[in-house]
């Protein structure tokens, strides 16, 4: 199992222009979700999805679409991107809410994407 | 606004030793608390995860909480250099079932 991945690694935009940042797992996760982190913070939450065609907001929402149209798939829309946009991008997913305790509420990481908007 | 706040650090101890991190929260109804390994440059990995007061030990590390002092803490015994890292609280609120809120992470580095 390759696990949760994601696309690209790294990525300069200029201010306004957009981009989708991709994320697959392949672990049979009904649950995703999107983070960001800034220089010396913990994680925000963006969005997270409960099964495909279900998405809700989390802390930081703005300036972020997503869409979950298969299970494996989670992508992450910026629209006129902003300099406070610069951060690395989490995608997680888990086969469980992460409020049930026991084996299966792990939340497993991508590698993560640093975007740059200059 | 929900809340968790960590000690920043740097918090260095010597190898061998055992190495306290705290860890409070704001949201008096929470139920679920985590804490992750988040190695420079990397993505977090989950440590432990607790659900109910008292302590609970995994290997060399052991996740206490004190709900009614809302407060989670991770000792980690025997620390190595390899547990050099930033350590992030994460809590999901009562009424959040899905939503962590992280810490800012505090970052260990156990000097040989």
């Known amino acids: 199992n390759a696990g949760v991945t994601q696309t690209p690694k790294f990525r300069i935009l200029k201010i306004g222009q957009s981009m989708t940042l991709q994320c697959a797992q392949d672990m049979n996760h009904n649950y995703m979700y999107w983070y960001r982190q800034d220089p010396g913070m913990g994680l925000k939450l963006i969005y997270y999805s409960v099964g495909a065609g279900i998405t809700d907001k989390g802390e930081v929402p703005n300036g972020y679409n997503v869409s979950r149209s298969t299970t494996e798939d989670f992508p992450l829309r910026l629209e006129l991107a902003a300099p406070s946009q610069t951060s690395v991008y989490f995608c997680?997913?888990?086969?469980?809410?992460?409020?049930?305790?026991?084996?299966?509420?792990?939340?497993?990481f991508g590698p993560g994407t640093r975007l740059t908007v200059l | 606004q929900k809340e968790v706040e960590q000690n920043s650090g740097p918090l260095s101890v010597p190898e061998g030793a055992i190495a306290s991190l705290n860890c409070t929260y704001s949201?008096?109804?929470?139920?679920?608390f985590f804490w992750y390994r988040q190695y420079s440059g990397k993505s977090p990995e989950l440590i432990m995860s607790?659900?109910?007061?008292g302590d609970k030990e995994d290997g060399r590390f052991t996740a206490q909480l004190n709900k009614a002092s809302q407060y989670v803490s991770l000792l980690i015994r025997d620390s190595q250099p390899s547990d050099s890292a930033t350590y992030l609280c994460a809590v999901i609120a009562e009424t959040s079932y899905d939503k962590v809120i992280f810490g800012p992470g505090t970052s260990l580095s156990v000097i040989p």
């Open positions: 997680a997913s888990s086969y469980a809410p992460l409020a049930v305790g026991g084996a299966y509420n792990e939340q497993f």
């Open positions: 607790i659900y109910s007061n």
């Open positions: 949201d008096r109804g929470s139920q679920s």
